[in-house]
């Protein structure tokens, strides 16, 4: 076993574990509170299915490529191999989704140019609970084909497989897929660019006008609506950022340089950084989670109720 190989199956190891239980205690702690009904609010039913995507995402991704980097040969056979692979596409797919609809949900909320959206924010659990669902389904459905297409390296005998994963084999091609997948992914990415575009607008319209109109009251009450900006503009670049240069690596792979290993495991480790830390990134700053992280500064904004009142007709963003 190649020294490279080593390190780099234990900077996924770490990776994968560190992004495992950051993901399995928010996924507790919104669960609990949802169960509980102490902090009922319809975006924590998107922050939970997020968080359990990207456990999914880390054990399907990462467990595989720890092995296979720290010298274990064949250790899926074909019907683990279709699985995993399956339930990684799946999550890759919902990753993108979900993010996506908690942009144009967060852009919902806080708008107050369309009065028509009135009646939607009335409802606006029961719709969350039906489009999460058909989100859910479309994309079980959409990759089906996967389970038809991989195989795991103990069946690859006589068989000619257009890409070699290092654990598992792409036996056919799959032109149609790839592009409805690409198609999926484009639209996605279009509309989480321009939901968080618009909401920077907006806060940042708002945050002028009180500006011009309450200088000595902005410092503390014009702060939520910074954090919340500031969260927006991190979460898009976090998820662009990681997503192209993943998705611009494995095209790099794919068309070049399938059999270098050392490239696969990079990629493995730009597609795990995302799951790793969004948490972070979508954690709010006046929620209970980051208190927790701040127990000792007591002067912060969040010890403070007043420093996440709202002025004005603008509407408090439900985070």
């Known amino acids: 076993m190649l020294i490279t190989n080593m390190c780099f199956g234990i900077i996924i190891l770490f990776q994968a574990g560190f992004g495992v239980l950051i993901n399995f205690f928010l996924l507790s702690f919104y ?3 949802v169960l509980t009904g102490q902090n009922m609010r319809p ?30 040969d064949n250790f899926l056979n074909n019907v683990s191999c279709k699985l995993v692979f399956y339930f990684h596409r799946l999550a890759q797919a919902l990753s993108i989704c979900l993010t996506c609809y ?3 949900f967060q852009a919902i909320i806080i708008s ?9 924010k009335a409802r606006v659990l029961d719709y969350m609970i039906y489009s999460c ?12 084909p996967v389970l038809f297409s991989m195989t795991g390296p103990r069946h690859i005998n006589n068989i000619t497989y257009e890409f070699n994963f290092g654990y598992c084999f792409l036996e056919r091609h799959m032109n149609t897929y790839w592009v409805i997948i690409t198609l999926r992914n484009m639209f996605c990415m279009v509309f989480i660019l321009w939901a968080s575009g618009y909401m920077v607008n907006m806060l940042y319209t708002h945050q002028k006008k009180m500006k011009t109109i309450h200088i000595s009251s902005l410092s503390s009450r014009a702060s939520t609506e910074v954090r919340i900006t500031k969260t ?10 990681f ?10 792979i794919h068309y070049f340089y399938q059999q270098r290993f050392w490239l696969l495991s990079t990629n493995g480790i730009l597609s795990l950084c995302f799951p790793t830390f969004s948490p972070f990134v979508l954690i709010p700053q006046r929620s209970r989670i980051y208190t927790l992280f701040w127990m000792g500064k007591n002067n912060h904004p969040l010890s403070n109720p007043s420093a996440t009142h709202y002025q004005g007709n603008f509407p408090k963003p439900q985070i």
Not at 133 to 144: D, V
């Open 31 to 33: 669960s609990f509170s």
């Open 43 to 72: 975006i924590n039913l998107i922050f939970i299915q997020l968080f359990l995507v990207n456990i999914i995402m880390l054990l399907t991704k990462g467990a595989p490529e720890i092995l296979i980097n720290l010298g274990t």
């Open 102 to 104: 908690l942009c144009i």
């Open 112 to 120: 107050t140019k369309f009065p028509r959206l009135v009646q939607f």
């Open 133 to 144: 669902f058909l989100c859910w389904i479309f994309n079980i459905l959409l990759e089906i």
């Open 232 to 241: 927006i503009l991190l979460l898009v670049s976090t998820f662009v950022c």
């Open 243 to 252: 997503y192209s240069l993943s998705s611009m690596f494995a095209i790099f």
